[in-house]
């Protein structure tokens, strides 16, 4: 396979510099162009497919356009600036000339291709855990890693909150107080019962949002119950792609009845934290901030290291026990990947 051309230093700041006006003024590549588009407007990517994109118009509209050369990197989520084709070819109704400034930008992890974004403007994030097949504490850190890493607010979601078994409940509301007391909003649901959903969809409102959680914990149940008008879209595109729900690895945007939006793809449903280095999920713990940069050495790696200020922390009370072995044993899953 032929090896991408790669730009020169003065290209790369000419494209740049070209993508800024399109922001402030779009312009068309030739004047054929300029005669069969439209105004500029402004938009939302539903879905990136290679060269194309679904874009929302301030209308409601879906269309799928092409992508401008310029434009470097677009995935779901984006803020873009469009033109309307007066007439539709080859299926392309539109030319999406440049992508704004991004909030935030969710991140998946590839041993290949480095770190890929997949969603953009994310505002929360819902981390799903049950008790079945089994609750994890130690997943919910590393999702809270990733969350705080990427500057996105968490959520944590108890489900089947029915299932959980009395032997087992002191302990799973023990660590999830942990949680609350940090500062992390904390709720029980049941797609079975009903417990807690309408807590959920309120939540869901007004935000950009994206669940996540390992295989089996109901993912898809609370989106069919929380969030039906999502359900039914999901059913719909499954249905007519004669492919199964989760069988694809887009990220693709459901806009909420009451505001906000749903980014669903099983690409962004797990977070790998082998990319990070060792300081940014140190500080990924946000209960170990106060005490960050007060060890006694510099190069303290917090284990039996004298003077460590986290291993004080942890033994005056101040930091919880099982979040810092969580900590631990993520510093040391990263070494499979060097």
């Not at 290679?50 to 310029?70: F, K, M």
């Not at 007439?87 to 590839?110: F, T, Y």
């Not at 809270?144 to 607010?153: F, K, Q, R, S, T």
């Not at 949002?209 to 390992?214: A, E, N």
């Amino acid at each position: 396979m032929a090896q991408k051309r790669k730009l020169t230093k003065g290209q790369q700041r000419r494209v740049r510099a070209n993508h800024a006006k399109r922001l402030e003024k779009p312009a068309a590549d030739t004047a054929l162009e300029n005669e069969q588009l439209g105004a500029p407007e402004p938009g939302r990517i539903v879905s990136r497919f290679g060269q194309h994109a679904d874009v929302l118009s301030e209308q409601g509209e879906t269309l799928r356009c092409n992508i401008r050369r310029a434009v470097e990197s677009l995935v779901t989520g984006d803020r873009v600036v469009w033109r309307r084709a007066q007439a539709s070819e080859q299926g392309m109704q539109g030319v999406i000339e440049a992508v704004q400034e991004r909030e935030s930008e969710l991140c998946r992890p590839d041993m290949y291709d480095g770190l890929k974004p997949v969603a953009a403007n994310v505002e929360r994030i819902f981390i799903v855990s049950s008790p079945q097949p089994a609750f994890s504490d130690q997943i919910i850190d590393r999702y809270l890693v990733a969350c705080e890493d990427a500057g996105i607010e968490p959520f944590i979601l108890m489900n089947k909150a029915d299932l959980i078994a009395h032997d087992e409940r002191e302990y799973i509301e023990q660590r999830l107080h942990v949680y609350q007391h940090i500062g992390y909003p904390v709720l029980y649901v049941s797609a079975e019962t009903g417990e807690g959903i309408d807590e959920l969809r309120t939540a869901f409102q007004g935000r950009i949002s994206v669940l996540v959680g390992q295989s089996g914990v109901g993912k898809s149940s609370l989106i069919d119950k929380a969030l039906p008008e999502v359900s039914l879209v999901i059913g719909a595109i499954s249905e007519n792609s004669g492919l199964g729900q989760h069988t694809t690895t887009v990220a693709r945007w459901y806009a909420l009845e009451n505001g906000g939006a749903l980014i669903d793809s099983p690409g962004i449903r797990e977070f790998g934290l082998w990319h990070l280095p060792v300081d940014r999920i140190t500080f990924g713990f946000r209960d170990f901030h106060p005490f960050l940069g007060t060890c006694k050495f510099r190069d303290c790696k917090h284990l039996d290291d004298p003077g460590c200020a986290l291993r004080a922390a942890v033994e005056a009370g101040e930091i919880d026990e099982g979040r810092f072995a969580n900590y631990h044993r993520i510093i040391s899953s990263l070494a499979a990947y060097k």
